[in-house]
């Protein structure tokens, strides 16, 4: 049994909620760069470019990325032999979004209920999803998940008659309405079978993959590069001011389901895609 | 006022007439130098109340613009932190109101509704897109900000920011011109109509 204090995990937190608003990953960038040598629209290309230097100056000025700072979305991966001493899990993390919140900079967005709608003042609570894993390690992944994507996150519970084709149509329907509003270029997490909160956990998941890398499963490395295709020739463009970049990436995770149902969950994230993660 | 720059990029200095706002035209890129009030959400959400009962607002909006955004705090030195737009689809409830009440433009991004569109031909007035997500880059724009009312609502509080040369385009002008419709138009390369 190994044991990991709950100051350990508070800190950790806490650093991977500044840096990633902060500074973007290099998969981010680098999706920036291989847009800007195939965008044909010049408005197009003028906003990559600007969002390119955002970056840039975000990193060196230490200010956010975006001015929504998002909703802290954690997934932890909890080894089986790990004990966490010092208190609870969840309440390091929270006081680690705390302090990284209020000592980065970062603004607070979230309200105590959605119906009082008053700021809890330092952006907690996160919402976190915890895995128990073989082993004695913890990972901790961190996603700063923006509110106006994530208004344009949608779930539809398809039939098995709608195959994948209908998952292929729906999928597309979701980048069609997201529209401007999400901050395209987009990234999609798409959650296919489980039930219903699964399929939504798993379009959440699927966002931490590395963009522009492939998806494990081959089958499912072909159907995301199809999606793709198809979603850079909707014309919505960086912006939604037209053009070729609408979407940087789709990844898939799938999950077996029932057999009645095909569940879809597509989580609309934005180029403001902010995650970091860490293995205590 | 507005003026064309010799780069061709149209100046917007508020207070906005009808003549200037028959100007714009959707698809144009602008520069806005001088005031503009900050409100989202929470705010509207406290404007509307006193618009229905034909109470007086605590900013005056002729001509005025209102930037759909609220800031992330400032580091020590700074005037402004992080300071993009939010979706102004969010605002479409409470805009026709303000329009009526002579405000000449808005800027978020993302689309608008009809009824929102109308207004704009209605009452001449324009919506405007800041790049959503460049938060860090639009705050170099920003020379002075001060919290004019609710301050309460802390990051959603109504600011009075100064802005020199803020960079934006026309998305919705007063002639039913609409950038997102028409770039999406133009860079289509399949049916584009929606499944059902
Ligand atoms: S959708 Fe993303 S980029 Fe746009 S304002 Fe929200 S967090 Fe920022």
Redesign the pocket.
Not at chain 1, 146 to 149: E, N, R, S, T, V
């Given at each position: 049994m190994r044991e990991i204090h709950v100051s350990a995990i508070a800190d950790a937190v806490k650093k991977l909620c500044m840096e990633a608003n902060w500074d973007l990953e290099p998969d981010m960038l680098r999706a920036f760069d291989r847009a800007l040598r195939t965008e044909r629209s010049p408005a197009g290309k003028q906003v990559l470019q600007i969002l390119k230097d955002n970056a840039q100056m975000a990193k060196t000025k230490r200010i956010p990325y975006?001015?929504?700072t998002?909703f802290v979305v954690c997934f932890v991966e909890l080894g089986q032999d790990v004990h966490v001493t010092g208190g609870g899990l969840y309440d390091a993390i929270n006081a680690g979004v705390s302090q990284g919140y209020q000592e980065g900079f970062l603004r607070a967005s979230i309200v105590r209920s959605p119906f009082d709608r008053v700021n809890t003042g330092d952006n907690t609570p996160a919402v976190i999803h915890t895995d128990v894993a073989p082993g004695a390690t913890m990972k901790i992944m961190v996603m700063a998940k923006?509110?106006?994507?994530e208004n344009r996150s949608k779930y539809k519970m398809l039939t098995p008659a709608d195959g994948l084709e209908g998952v292929k149509e729906w999928i597309i329907e979701c980048v069609r309405t997201a529209g401007p509003d999400?901050?395209p270029p987009l990234i999609l997490g798409v959650g296919v079978g489980g039930t219903f909160e699964k399929a939504a956990i798993l379009s959440k998941k699927a966002l931490f993959r590395e963009l522009g890398s492939p998806n494990p499963d081959p089958a499912l490395d072909v159907l995301e590069k199809e999606l793709l295709e198809r979603a850079n020739r909707l014309g919505i463009g960086p912006q939604g001011y037209g053009g070729d970049t609408t979407a940087f990436g789709i990844h898939i995770l799938t999950y077996p389901c029932h057999i009645t149902s095909l569940p879809v969950a597509v989580t609309i994230e934005?180029?403001?895609h902010r995650h970091k993660e860490v293995v205590l | 006022m507005i003026r064309t720059a010799p780069d061709g990029i149209k100046e917007v200095t508020p207070p906005l007439s009808d003549a200037d706002i028959e100007a714009l035209k959707a698809g144009d890129r602008v520069r806005i130098t001088g005031v503009v009030y900050t409100a989202r959400d929470a705010a509207h959400g406290r404007l509307f109340p006193l618009i229905e009962k034909g109470q007086p607002l605590p900013i005056d909006v002729r001509g005025q613009i209102i930037y759909y955004t609220g800031p992330s705090p400032a580091r020590p030195g700074d005037i402004v932190g992080s300071i993009?737009?939010?979706t102004g689809g969010r605002m479409d409830k409470f805009t026709p109101a303000l329009l009526k009440l002579g405000l000449k433009a808005t800027m978020g991004?993302g689309a608008r509704s009809r009824l929102v569109r109308d207004a704009l031909k209605q009452c001449k007035a324009v919506y405007f897109g800041a790049i959503?997500?460049a938060?860090a880059v639009l705050s170099r724009f920003v020379k002075t900000v001060e919290i004019v009312a609710y301050e309460d609502l802390g990051t959603e509080a109504i600011r009075r920011l100064e802005v020199e040369n803020f960079p934006a385009m026309v998305i919705n002008d007063c002639y039913g011109g609409d950038l997102y419709e028409d770039g999406m138009k133009a860079y289509a390369r399949e049916d584009t109509a929606p499944s059902q």
């Open positions: 975006c001015q929504d998002g923006g509110g106006g994507c999400a901050c934005c180029h403001a | 993009g737009p939010t991004k959503g997500g938060g």
